[in-house]
């Protein structure tokens, strides 16, 4: 019996020691504030610890120097103190920041080039949990859901509660890529007239949601009922909708924005909805997010406001996980990285 117990411990001690070794062959990666504050992703950091042994970043800051010399790559979700160019420089072996999401704008590109280390994010996983967003905030601010939703003893429609038809009404989309694309496809299911403008024509695009290309803003924004914003942010695109775009807008006309909130000038915006420029504004990105409680966005009973929410689902979350391990992955074995985003 004897002999049986200590042969079960030795075995044990074998597992722990293999174990250990693994642990430590496993490359170190740093993982941003959110990783470890969101619920949800908790559970799936767990996809992360099965090929990387991961540091949060509360962790690391406990210990910075012994830590640095050993992360390999950093995930990140959303802007994080992670990207400051004075811890990057401190990260001797860095070779990859894995972007959960579409958008870098919160990454110094250049910079981090310099610093010979790859970025890389997740396109197409999250298209189609924003094209729902998208068209959630298009329904829900021409129906006024959510105010006539909001007091279930409300017996009579009040008139100012009256919505707009979606169905058969014009939808002009500005910028045309994969997420642009698929709020296309759903505006079609509702019988939308589709309008685009892009930086490039596609006609297969075109034929296969029945859209018409517009050879400039300018005319998208007068024709349109709702106009929706997908784009990525950057120099040209930052302001893109200013006081002179929501002046072509139709008062009766709605903005949906779900790309970056820095796209619209947002002091302009507060003007033309208090003015009847236009008609709503439903948003799912602000600057700065959250926006200030006495913002004067959020005092406006014709805004819709959801908090960047726009990839939230349990399935786009899991696969940005996989797309994002899967990337720094290839990264740090000196392969074909899938999504990799070189700086211009």
């Not at 293999?18 to 430590?24: H, N, P």
């Not at 010399?69 to 979700?77: H, T």
């Not at 329904?139 to 038809?165: C, H």
């Not at 029945?210 to 929706?228: H, I, K, P």
Request: glycine share 6%.
């Amino acid at each position: 019996l004897f002999g049986i117990t200590c042969e079960r411990v030795l075995s044990y001690f074998i597992l722990l020691s293999s174990t250990q070794v693994m642990e430590e062959d496993k490359p170190c990666a740093l993982i941003s504030e959110l990783w470890s504050e969101h619920t949800y992703l908790k559970e799936l950091s767990d996809l992360l610890k099965q090929n990387f042994h991961t540091i949060s970043y509360r962790e690391f800051l406990q210990n910075p120097a012994l830590h640095a010399p050993k992360i390999q790559a950093i995930f990140m979700w959303a802007p994080s103190s992670a990207a400051e160019p004075s811890l990057l420089r401190s990260l001797p072996s860095l070779k990859v920041i894995a972007n959960g999401g579409v958008g870098v704008d919160h990454l110094d590109l250049p910079f981090i080039a310099s610093l010979g280390v790859k970025v890389t994010n997740t396109p197409g996983v999250v298209s189609n949990a924003t094209a729902d967003i998208g068209m959630g905030l298009l329904l829900a601010s021409a129906r006024k859901i959510v105010q006539v939703a909001v007091d279930p003893k409300t017996n009579n429609l009040s008139s100012n509660l009256m919505g707009f038809e979606v169905t058969g009404s014009t939808l002009g989309i500005i910028g045309m890529g994969h997420i642009g694309y698929k709020i296309a496809q759903r505006g079609k299911g509702f019988e939308m007239k589709i309008l685009y403008y892009n930086r490039s024509r596609s006609d297969e695009d075109e034929r296969a949601v029945g859209a018409t290309y517009c050879e400039n803003m300018d005319d998208l924004l007068r024709r349109s009922d709702f106009v929706m914003l997908a784009v990525n942010l950057t120099p040209e695109t930052t302001g893109l909708i200013g006081q002179r775009e929501l002046s072509l807008m139709k008062p009766t006309a709605t903005l949906v924005n779900v790309s970056r909130g820095l796209v619209v000038d947002q002091d302009a915006l507060v003007k033309a909805l208090q003015s009847g420029t236009i008609h709503a504004a439903a948003l799912d990105v602000t600057h700065p997010e959250p926006l200030p409680r006495d913002h004067p966005l959020l005092g406006l009973p014709n805004v819709l406001i959801t908090p960047h929410v726009g990839t939230d689902t349990y399935q786009t979350t899991r696969r940005m996980v996989e797309v994002v391990v899967e990337n720094a992955q290839a990264a740090l074995n000196g392969l074909p990285i899938p999504n990799e985003v070189k700086s211009q």
